[in-house]
Every structure is written in C-alpha cells, then in structure tokens.
C-alpha cells in the first residue's frame, strides 16, 4: 500500500526565514495531496491542498509543489513567524472524495526570534 | 464553537479496561473517523464512517471497535486496552464531496 515518508522531524528557522518541508509517496496512482497544521493542544487544520493535475500552489505565504516524477510534495513557508510554530502534515490519498487519508509522521516546527 | 467535539480529553485506565471514546460533529457531515496519534507514525486511521449504523475498517483496527449511532456520534470502543493503544486519538468529519477533514481537539489516553 502506499508509503508516505516525511522529512525533516524537527525544523528550527529563525523568524523570516523560510522554511521547507518535504514529503515522498510511494503509489504514482495519488490523486490528493494535502498539507494539515497542528497548534499545541488542538487538532489539525488544513492548510492547502492540491490535486494531482496541479504542480504549483500559492496562499498566503505558503507554496506548495508537487512534483509527480520524483513522488514528492513540499511545502515552503516564506517569511516564518512566531504563528507558524506547529507542527505540520502531510497527507495523500488516492481517491478524492472519501477522506481515506494516509498520513506523513508530522515535522515539528519551532521559529526562533 | 467548536464542530467537533471528543469526550473525555484525557483518560487513564488500567490493562484489560474498558474504555469508550465519544465524538460529536455538528458539521452535518455523513463522514467521520477515527485517528490514533503516534510519534514517528503520524496519524493512522482506525476506523471510519459513511453514516449512521455504517462501519468501515482502517488501517489499523485491531483492539477497536466503532459504533455510528446517528449522523452526529460515533464511538470508539477498547473492550481490553492494552498499554499498547496508550495514543492521543483524533474523530474527524468530512462531507464526502471532497477530502478536507475536520478534526476534534483529541482525546489523551494512557493504559497503565
């Protein structure tokens, strides 16, 4: 079944820097992709999502590619501040309505003034 | 006000106990699911749902089961916990025209 792997774990950055998160997937036949946040304490939140017919996304401060060849989707946050400590997600799925998401194991981000 | 609403946040019970995880949506959404929480794992999902009285098995169900009593409740179930299922669980609700998932605050739990 699909694999999802996420890197890095922790990520420190000071305040606006950027900061890049990636995640690599394992099935070609994945057809969302999405990037989840999670503040202490609460649960996640979606932050942006793409289907796979698009490589390039941008919202607020916030870009997402998606590159099919290689099986992976980043996520670069521009100019980090305090509000952006979190720890984030990525998540997949090869369908595009059922919710059945598969999920990266989290990178941990902390913004350092 | 929060959509989606998990009982208890916090749970200790012992090896071999019984515990039931509560989950109401207010979304009015036929989806919902159930994700454990778990480092170097990131969230797996359990069990999940299309409506009331549906189930459908996850990835990871062994030691749970799950009851949808209406669109609103759903109901996580751990007959005998084990420390093994020590996690922080998340409910989550969909409307199934798409993939956005909307999540509870978590429920903690610890199996001495």
């Known amino acids: 079944g699909e694999q999802v792997e996420q890197r890095p774990p922790h990520l420190s950055v000071r305040e606006g820097d950027s900061a890049i998160i990636i995640c690599t997937y394992t099935d070609s036949a994945t057809a969302y992709f999405s990037w989840y946040k999670q503040e202490a304490g609460a649960g996640l939140q979606l932050l942006m999502s793409v289907l796979s017919n698009v490589d390039r996304k941008e919202e607020q401060g916030l870009t997402v590619l998606l590159n099919k060849k290689d099986k992976r989707l980043s996520l670069n946050l521009t100019a980090a501040h305090p509000g952006d400590s979190a720890v984030y997600f990525c998540a997949v799925s090869l369908n595009y309505n059922q919710g059945k998401l598969i999920f990266g194991q989290g990178t941990k981000l902390s913004i350092k003034p | 006000e929060a959509a989606v609403t998990q009982s208890p946040r916090n749970k200790v019970t012992v090896t071999g106990g019984n515990v039931t995880l509560s989950c109401r949506q207010t979304?009015?959404?036929?989806?919902m699911y159930w994700y454990r929480q778990d480092t170097g794992h990131g969230l797996r999902l359990i069990h999940y749902s299309y409506g009331a009285g549906n189930l459908q098995i996850g990835d990871v169900p062994d030691g749970y089961k799950a009851t949808r009593t209406t669109q609103e409740d759903f109901f996580l179930l751990l007959e005998l916990a084990s420390p093994s299922q020590t996690s922080l669980y998340f409910c989550?609700?969909?409307?199934?025209?798409?993939?956005?998932?909307?999540f509870g605050a978590g429920t903690r739990l610890s199996v001495l």
């Open positions: 979304n009015s959404h036929n989806y």
């Open positions: 989550a609700s969909s409307d199934g025209t798409g993939n956005t998932l909307y």
